[in-house]
Antibody, heavy 120, light 107 residues
Framework: EVHLVESGGGLVKPGGSLRLSCAAS????????MNWVRQSPGKGLEWVSS????????FYADSLTGRFTISRDNAKNSLFLQLNSLRDEDTGVYYC?????????????WGQGTLVTVSS | DIQMTQFPSSLSASVGDRVTITCRAS??????LHWYQQKPGKAPNLLIY???NLQSGVPSRFSGSGSGTDFTLTIRNLQPEDSAIYYC?????????FGQGSKLVIK
């Protein structure tokens, strides 16, 4: 069974940093692209970033480039998101999700999410 | 960026009814359109991929159609457990974008 488990969220002051992790199990992690999607309280879904199966191709939402960094460790079946220079508007639940890449870029499995709260 | 406009933003229907949710892209996205269901406090769940393909395990009362810029999600024979927010999602190009969501309430 596919499992994605996020961790690393918490309360952080504006300007602070966090590192989110997503532990994957139950599937061949190194053959899937991975994504981060976030959801502000009471709001819709916002795609944050994607990383290819090998880690060679990385994409970010335009508004986040430079502050967030996605990475992965295929040997440890893990996905990461480094969040720097956090702002109030970065508050929300952060989900990791997988996709098969190429023409199959739908998110067929999601984690339960980890809550990031940016507040002074 | 490709903008996804979903409507209606909210709808109410009774058990056994049929409802349709529409998603419109700001440019042609071929069939790179997917639908998710999200219940309170839970992660989104994939229902339909590539416009009309039913994800494994999803009841057949859910169906999708469309291509290019206009897409629909139809739910037939509504059940109480279908109460949720539904989102469309385009993966034609980055940044991937979602519709703003359609909240379905079962009366």
């Amino acid at each position: 069974e596919v499992h994605l488990v996020e961790s690393g969220g918490g309360l952080v002051k504006p300007g602070g940093s966090l590192r989110l992790s997503c532990a994957a199990s139950g599937f061949a992690f190194s053959t899937y692209n991975m994504n981060w999607v976030r959801q502000s309280p009471g709001k819709g879904l916002e795609w944050v970033s994607s990383i290819s199966d090998s880690g060679e191709s990385i994409f970010y939402a335009d508004s986040l480039t430079g502050r967030f960094t996605i990475s992965r460790d295929n040997a440890k079946n893990s996905l990461f998101l480094q969040l720097n220079s956090l702002r109030d508007e970065d508050t929300g639940v952060y989900y990791c999700a997988r996709d098969l890449g190429l023409h199959s870029r739908w998110f067929d499995s999601w984690g339960q999410g980890t809550l990031v709260t940016v507040s002074s | 960026d490709i903008q996804m406009t979903q409507f209606p933003s909210s709808l109410s229907a009774s058990v056994g009814d049929r409802v349709t949710i529409t998603c419109r892209a700001s440019q042609s996205i071929s069939n790179y359109l997917h639908w998710y269901q999200q219940k309170p406090g839970k992660a989104p769940n994939l229902l339909i991929y590539s416009a009309f393909n039913l994800q494994s395990g999803v009841p057949s009362r859910f169906s999708g159609s469309g291509s290019g810029t206009d897409f629909t999600l139809t739910i037939r024979n509504l059940q109480p457990e279908d109460s949720a927010i539904y989102y469309c999602h385009q993966s034609y190009g980055t940044p991937y974008t979602f519709g703003q969501g359609s909240k379905l309430v079962i009366k």
